[in-house]
């Protein structure tokens, strides 16, 4: 038993495509961090002293540091989860170590395994890394760790962290407040160090998985495009006119109240700006969804009405397959047994005659009732072939579409009261003829068929159709005693002639050889209006005389000689 799954929203479909877009900018980031923290530890193998004191001269990024960065970055550029689990536990320990010196007031012999610090004043902790930065690293190992374990949002915070204290430390830096990246004595958050930091949680976060970055990053919503936005405004531009307005009171151009007054109105302007742009990318998106919603009514619209359509269409498929279903039983119930009965009659009545005749000649008297016997059996026998016709009309079917399928079922159904299968033959584009000619020419056969079960007597018939890309054809021929001499005049040769005439085309008949007659039925494809054709062209009937051969007939035949009536 299959389950079907409902269908996504869009976003799902959207958060998706997510990590794997994040993934490339991840290891982009990762490849920046493991680069810089390889030149610090050449700086540190080769006293490159300045690379050490980037933007700091009191303090310089430790060895440590630089190890725990190269893991952290590696985590994050490696394929297998056991190599990132583990490369997340190298940095994590390392700023576990840090943090436990620094809380039990020891040297647990870590700060210059790898190499003696010559770049630490006196009295201070010798290749120790400050407090914030263990503490930073410790957090960006743990927030690796839950991404790898699945939880999210433990994750998110984790790397938020070290995010937000990394960021105050470049701040403290770029406006000259001390405190701001001073922790204590001779434990400073250095300047480069920082600024991995923030390079490193910005990448931590990015690689969780539908995360806010991720969000903000590659959202279509209206949400994701305001942050995207904002987001570079808070960070970036206000803190930055902010940096320009302390360097302005600092070379004295403007007094602090003007330098305020000057900042706010900076802000507010800015407020303005990108409050406008944001409300117009909203009401671009909003105009984006209600285009799409009308799109998406109008299909559900479109597709309501064909389920309707096809709704109706089926019920009346029912109706006619349970209507079909309870003609072929009754046609069942007269041929298996209404006929048997008749033709038993036929039989028994026939015998009487035949014994009358007897019995007559016997004696010398003249055989009237015998004469009478006979005529009542072909009564019987007419009443029968009546019969059967009515069954072959009671069972016709007109529930398809191609005309390919319409014939080939009224020959079929044909079979019953022929005793045989006609051939049918059907050449050209069965699928391009309208409907109105589909019924006609199923008419038309069905006429014929009904016409060599009555009187023909024939033992094979051919039904071969003819669709050109002018016009169609049907060849109805059979090999049974033929027309007789005169045509007769019936009702179902007019009725086909007179439906040729009606869509502007011919109805001939014509001997068949060796013996039988063949049907032309020949109409255009395109109905031509007012052509109904003229006794020279349209309804020409042509016989052919003398064709009189007895050919011996189906089983309710109960005299000697066969009807040749049409």
């Not at 060895?63 to 190269?70: E, H, I």
């Not at 003696?116 to 930073?136: K, N």
């Not at 699928?431 to 006429?447: N, T, W």
Request: proline share 4%; aromatic share 6%; charged share 20%.
């Amino acid at each position: 038993m299959s389950t079907i799954t409902p269908p996504r929203p869009r976003r799902a479909y959207e958060q998706g495509g997510w990590p794997a877009r994040a993934r490339t900018g991840v290891r982009l980031l990762a490849g920046a961090v493991l680069a810089v923290a390889l030149l610090v530890v050449v700086a540190w193998y080769f006293h490159l002293t300045p690379l050490l004191h980037v933007g700091d001269r009191m303090t310089s990024i430790k060895m440590n540091t630089a190890v725990a960065m190269a893991a952290l970055a590696g985590a994050h550029l490696a394929t297998v989860r056991w190599a990132r689990l583990s490369l997340f536990g190298v940095a994590g320990l390392i700023g576990a170590l840090v943090l436990a010196e620094y809380a039990l007031g020891t040297d647990l012999g870590v700060d210059e395994l790898l190499i003696e610090d010559w770049t630490t004043v006196a009295g201070a902790h010798e290749g120790r890394p400050a407090q914030t930065t263990a503490a930073c690293l410790t957090a960006l190992a743990l927030a690796g760790v839950m991404t790898e374990l699945g939880r999210r949002t433990l994750a998110q915070l984790l790397a938020g962290l070290p995010l937000m204290t990394a960021m105050i430390a470049v701040y403290g830096y770029l406006y000259r407040v001390e405190g701001l990246y001073d922790v204590g004595r001779f434990s400073s958050m250095p300047m480069l160090t920082a600024g991995v930091l923030v390079v490193l949680s910005f990448a931590t976060w990015l690689a969780v998985p539908s995360g806010v970055v991720q969000w903000i990053s590659f959202g279509t919503d209206t949400g994701a495009a305001l942050q995207r936005r904002l987001v570079p405004v808070g960070v970036v531009l206000l803190p930055f006119a902010g940096w320009l307005e302390v360097q302005g009171l600092r070379r004295g151009w403007y007094p602090p109240t003007f330098g305020a007054a000057l900042l706010m109105s900076f802000a507010g302007l800015v407020v303005c700006v990108v409050g406008y742009r944001v409300a117009g990318a909203a009401l671009a998106l909003d105009r984006e969804r209600d285009a799409l919603l009308d799109e998406l009514h109008r299909v559900n619209a479109h597709l309501e009405d064909r389920v309707r359509v096809r709704s109706h269409q089926l019920n009346r498929q029912r109706t006619k397959l349970a209507l079909f279903e309870e003609r072929d039983r009754i046609a069942r119930d007269l041929h298996d047994r209404v006929i048997q009965r008749i033709f038993a009659a036929g039989l028994q009545v026939a015998a009487l005659g035949r014994t009358a005749r007897k019995e007559a000649v016997a004696h010398g008297r003249e055989p009237t009732v015998a004469d009478t016997l006979d005529g009542m059996a072909t009564e019987l026998d007419l009443a029968i072939r009546e019969l059967r016709n009515s069954i072959f009309e009671l069972t016709n079917i007109a529930d398809h579409d191609r005309v390919d399928q319409v014939v080939q079922d009224i020959a079929s159904r044909a079979a019953r009261i022929l005793g045989f299968m006609p051939l049918v033959e059907v050449t050209g584009a069965a699928v391009s003829v309208p409907p109105h000619l589909v019924a006609q020419l199923a008419s038309v056969v069905q006429e014929g068929l009904s016409n060599i079960a009555r009187h023909a007597a024939a033992s094979r018939a051919e039904v071969v159709l003819l669709i050109g890309e002018d016009d169609v054809e049907l060849r109805i021929k059979d090999d049974g005693v033929g027309l007789p001499d005169p045509p007769p005049r019936s009702s179902g040769l007019t009725n086909m002639l007179d439906r040729a005439r009606a869509l502007g085309g011919t109805a001939t008949w014509s001997p068949a050889q060796p013996s039988g007659t063949l049907m032309v039925w020949r109409v255009p494809r395109v109905e031509r209006a007012g052509d109904t054709g003229d006794s020279g062209s349209a309804g020409t009937v042509a016989v052919a005389y003398g064709n009189r051969t007895s050919v011996a007939i189906s089983e309710s035949d109960h005299s000697r000689a066969a009807s040749t009536g049409s």
